[in-house]
């Protein structure tokens, strides 16, 4: 398939673009609203060259970080890759990311720039007034965005930077174990942290997935999911860049056209995480489901009650994996293994399952997964800036998952649940604190904590997500007001499933709230209890 064993993306593309320049690797499809955008190794390299030369201008360089606030789009790869000709890291972020969870992100990584969509720019604008150490912001022009007349003046189009004439900046060759992007995990049990992803670990681990995934040279992918997520970055795109298998993109995930997508660029092969499988499921049967180029799906969370139904009636299998944006991967392969196990460990990993304590579980009984390299070597983590971080998730010598899981007769591994208390829902880890904080911000309740239940989806280890409110005592309470705030402050992922109102949280003598006590009286049809109502049924 002509892949390469580069060390960093630019040389990657630099070596691909040399033998096959203009081989169309990546396509950014527009769906009805605008025109497709694709990229050959040709137009990366050059739009990469004349992109870097515009940052260098305005004083990028080595050790230099930008943060990426934006969707899918052809310059997010054309970020990465000038980054990497300058020496400069890039920290990739979510543009529904908005408030503290955004300034933390741009202060954790002491980012000097940023580069957003227009449509981010007005949640990056809100966090810069917060004594942020930013230079300067450029935005990239949409259709979603507002108008250029109402940007501020000191904000730079993106298009401007891009110098076409110039001297092309050299290939580096000695940049694997620098910086390539810091990946913010969602703050489980604290602030995120920011995972260091080096340019060696980013092209290894596109090739262990390109192997142990059994993508062909014929095969054509397909992500809805976002690049500033480890699973689109190292399971579509760099394994697509690394054997110039065509891969298609959408600037976000939509499973009403997702189907269709796949019919119109014939892609055989596309990925989803969690809850998205039971979401895609719940859609009502049409007798074409199964009339389609997919050869295999590949999932991170496939409910068991529903694998071998989703098998049978969109016509295709199941490729089920694990792994997180700080390493590991185990893969259950098409057709062997145990419907609900996420698989084995990949060649080259070696595992322990673990109590609390570091002392090895009985096989079948659930304990923390624990992975480092089959040469025993110790497994190199690190957290940007957080070394005691670094220092826990490495303890030992071996990359501590945070997952609960067991292991069957056998030796396939399934997952159970997220060690320590964080809520994983459709894919994504929800930090309580983020929630709680906008609710506590609303002048609605006096008092508030967020905790998870059993996802409704019955996907494996996801949960749904409940407010518990304590009202103000006036009387005034209007559930549906409170989901509009959540909604105008939070990613969408992030706003409760449930708003349970109580009279006051129950704590323990240190003001710990007491969760279980929470989930005794918790029903979903309970008095209580309330879901958001869609706009039209509230205003009627």
Same mark, same amino acid.
């Given at each position: 398939?002509?892949?390469?064993?580069?060390?960093?993306?630019?040389?990657?593309?630099?070596?691909?673009?040399?033998?096959?320049?203009?081989?169309?690797?990546?396509?950014?499809?527009?769906?009805?609203?605008?025109?497709?955008?694709?990229?050959?190794?040709?137009?990366?390299?050059?739009?990469?060259?004349?992109?870097?030369?515009?940052?260098?201008?305005?004083?990028?360089?080595?050790?230099?970080?930008?943060?990426? %606030?934006?969707?899918?789009?052809?310059?997010?790869?054309?970020?990465?890759?000038?980054?990497?000709?300058?020496?400069?890291?890039?920290?990739?972020?979510?543009?529904?990311?908005?408030?503290?969870?955004?300034?933390?992100?741009?202060?954790?990584?002491?980012?000097?720039?940023?580069?957003?969509?227009?449509?981010?720019?007005?949640?990056?604008?809100?966090?810069?007034?917060?004594?942020?150490?930013?230079?300067?912001?450029?935005?990239?022009?949409?259709?979603?965005?507002?108008?250029?007349?109402?940007?501020?003046?000191?904000?730079?189009?993106?298009?401007?930077? @891009?110098?076409?004439?110039?001297?092309?900046?050299?290939?580096?060759?000695?940049?694997?174990?620098?910086?390539?992007?810091?990946?913010?995990?969602?703050?489980?049990?604290?602030?995120?942290?920011?995972?260091?992803?080096?340019?060696?670990?980013?092209?290894?681990?596109?090739?262990?997935?390109?192997?142990?995934?059994?993508?062909?040279?014929?095969?054509?992918?397909?992500?809805?999911?976002?690049?500033?997520?480890?699973?689109?970055?190292?399971?579509?795109?760099?394994?697509?860049?690394?054997?110039?298998?065509?891969?298609?993109?959408?600037?976000?995930?939509?499973?009403?056209?997702?189907?269709?997508?796949?019919?119109?660029?014939?892609?055989?092969?596309?990925?989803?995480?969690?809850?998205?499988?039971?979401?895609?499921?719940?859609?009502?049967?049409?007798?074409?489901?199964?009339?389609?180029?997919?050869?295999?799906? *590949?999932?991170?969370?496939?409910?068991?009650?529903?694998?071998?139904? @989703?098998?049978?009636?969109?016509?295709?299998?199941?490729?089920?994996?694990?792994?997180?944006?700080?390493?590991?991967?185990?893969?259950?392969?098409?057709?062997?293994?145990?419907?609900?196990?996420?698989?084995?460990?990949?060649?080259?990993?070696?595992?322990?399952?673990?109590?609390?304590?570091?002392?090895?579980?009985?096989?079948?009984?659930?304990?923390?997964?624990?992975?480092?390299?089959?040469?025993?070597?110790?497994?190199?983590?690190?957290?940007?800036?957080?070394?005691?971080?670094?220092?826990?998730?490495?303890?030992?010598?071996?990359?501590?998952?945070?997952?609960?899981?067991?292991?069957?007769?056998?030796?396939?591994?399934?997952?159970?649940?997220?060690?320590?208390?964080?809520?994983?829902?459709?894919?994504? @880890?929800?930090?309580?604190?983020? %929630?709680?904080?906008?609710?506590?911000?609303?002048?609605?309740?006096?008092?508030?904590?967020?905790?998870?239940?059993?996802?409704?989806?019955?996907?494996?280890?996801?949960?749904?997500? *409940?407010?518990?409110?304590?009202?103000?005592?006036?009387?005034? @309470?209007?559930?549906?007001?409170?989901?509009?705030?959540?909604?105008?402050?939070?990613?969408?992922?992030? *706003?409760?499933?449930?708003?349970?109102?109580?009279?006051?949280?129950?704590?323990?003598?240190?003001?710990?709230?007491?969760?279980?006590?929470?989930?005794? %009286?918790?029903?979903?049809?309970?008095?209580?209890?309330?879901?958001?109502?869609?706009?039209?049924?509230?205003?009627?």
């Amino acid at each position: 398939m002509g892949t390469t064993a580069c060390d960093n993306i630019a040389q990657l593309i630099y070596e691909q673009f040399s033998t096959r320049p203009d081989k169309v690797v990546l396509t950014f499809e527009g769906g009805d609203a605008r025109p497709d955008v694709v990229r050959s190794y040709r137009d990366l390299w050059r739009n990469g060259q004349a992109l870097a030369r515009g940052l260098k201008q305005r004083g990028i360089g080595p050790g230099a970080v930008i943060a990426l %606030v934006m969707a899918n789009h052809a310059e997010f790869v054309e970020v990465l890759l000038a980054g990497a000709l300058l020496r400069a890291a890039v920290v990739p972020i979510d543009p529904r990311t908005r408030g503290e969870k955004l300034a933390f992100m741009v202060r954790n990584s002491r980012s000097t720039a940023i580069i957003a969509a227009d449509y981010a720019l007005p949640n990056v604008e809100s966090v810069e007034r917060e004594a942020l150490a930013v230079d300067w912001v450029c935005t990239l022009a949409t259709d979603e965005g507002p108008p250029r007349e109402s940007w501020r003046p000191d904000v730079v189009e993106l298009s401007k930077l @891009f110098l076409r004439y110039g001297e092309d900046l050299p290939v580096p060759q000695d940049i694997g174990e620098e910086i390539m992007q810091i990946i913010h995990t969602s703050g489980t049990t604290g602030d995120p942290k920011g995972i260091v992803l080096t340019h060696h670990r980013f092209c290894d681990t596109s090739r262990r997935t390109l192997s142990a995934f059994g993508y062909q040279s014929d095969d054509r992918l397909y992500s809805g999911l976002s690049l500033t997520h480890a699973n689109a970055m190292m399971v579509t795109m760099g394994p697509a860049l690394t054997a110039g298998i065509p891969a298609v993109f959408s600037r976000r995930f939509t499973r009403s056209r997702l189907w269709a997508i796949t019919r119109k660029y014939q892609c055989t092969t596309f990925t989803l995480l969690g809850g998205m499988t039971t979401s895609l499921y719940a859609q009502p049967s049409k007798p074409g489901d199964a009339d389609n180029p997919v050869r295999f799906v *590949v999932s991170a969370g496939m409910p068991a009650v529903i694998w071998e139904d @989703f098998e049978r009636r969109f016509g295709v299998r199941v490729l089920e994996f694990y792994g997180a944006a700080e390493g590991g991967l185990a893969v259950k392969p098409i057709g062997m293994g145990p419907t609900g196990s996420f698989g084995k460990l990949a060649p080259g990993y070696v595992y322990r399952i673990v109590d609390d304590s570091g002392v090895d579980v009985p096989r079948g009984h659930p304990g923390e997964l624990w992975v480092r390299a089959a040469e025993m070597t110790p497994y190199k983590i690190e957290y940007f800036g957080n070394p005691q971080a670094s220092a826990l998730k490495g303890a030992g010598g071996w990359l501590h998952m945070g997952d609960v899981v067991h292991e069957d007769a056998d030796g396939w591994l399934y997952f159970d649940y997220r060690k320590g208390g964080g809520i994983r829902r459709n894919g994504d @880890f929800i930090s309580p604190s983020f %929630v709680e904080k906008a609710i506590a911000e609303s002048g609605i309740v006096q008092d508030v904590f967020v905790y998870g239940i059993a996802s409704c989806s019955g996907a494996p280890g996801e949960k749904d997500v *409940v407010a518990a409110v304590v009202p103000l005592g006036d009387g005034s @309470f209007d559930a549906q007001a409170l989901y509009r705030w959540c909604r105008s402050r939070l990613e969408s992922n992030f *706003v409760p499933s449930y708003l349970q109102v109580v009279d006051q949280i129950p704590k323990t003598a240190s003001e710990k709230p007491q969760e279980h006590e929470l989930v005794k %009286v918790f029903a979903p049809d309970a008095e209580h209890v309330y879901r958001e109502q869609p706009a039209e049924k509230v205003a009627g």
